[in-house]
């Protein structure tokens, strides 16, 4: 629906479908989160729903030319250099760390920068209020979206290095 709304020129309501999906997303985790419903499966399926819905919105925007294909490419290479570590973590049957405070941040950031960016492109009084702060959610998010990479890539890393010193011991 919203990549019809968007090509279709509706960027208001595609906007209000990023605002809504947003909050879907954030209200599924909190309602899994209080009643006790979180699941290993929900664990490894909610980032890559995350991913899917970033990358489907991201290839949307850029293809509408609301963003520009170089932001794609910063995010897209941060997905590139955890998924390259993926063949270490199996290898090493190492766990999958856990998405902690700083990547929930990125997403929501992320997730509240697309909105306000795609509203930017719709004349009116709002649109350099909506640039301006879309534009300073999507640079914090990438920032933070990257800080977790690299969080991650320690972890993996701290993970090997025990794995090597039981081994060693053992």
């Known amino acids: 629906m919203f990549i019809w709304l968007l090509v279709s020129g509706h960027l208001v309501w595609a906007a209000a479908v990023l605002v809504a999906s947003g909050f879907t997303d954030y209200l599924d985790g909190k309602i899994a989160r209080r009643y006790g419903l979180v699941s290993r499966l929900g664990q490894l399926l909610d980032p890559i729903a995350d991913r899917l819905y970033i990358a489907v919105t991201l290839l949307s925007l850029a ?14 290479a941060r997905d590139a250099f955890i998924l390259a570590m993926y063949p270490l973590v199996r290898r090493h049957h190492l766990p999958i760390p856990s998405v902690d405070f700083v990547g929930k941040a990125a997403t929501f950031n992320l997730l ?4 306000l960016l ?4 719709v004349p009116g009084w709002w649109t350099v209020p909506a640039l301006a702060t879309g534009w300073a959610l999507a640079w ?24 090597r010193v039981l081994e060693a011991a053992g």
Request: aromatic residues 16%; glycine residues 20%.
């Open 63 to 76: 293809g509408t030319g609301v963003i520009g294909w170089w932001l794609v490419a910063v995010l897209v």
């Open 140 to 163: 914090w998010g990438v920032g933070l979206y990257w800080v977790t990479g690299l969080v991650y890539a320690a972890q993996v890393r701290g993970m090997m290095a025990q794995r």
């Open 112 to 115: 509240g920068a697309f909105p």
């Open 118 to 121: 795609l509203l930017g492109h």
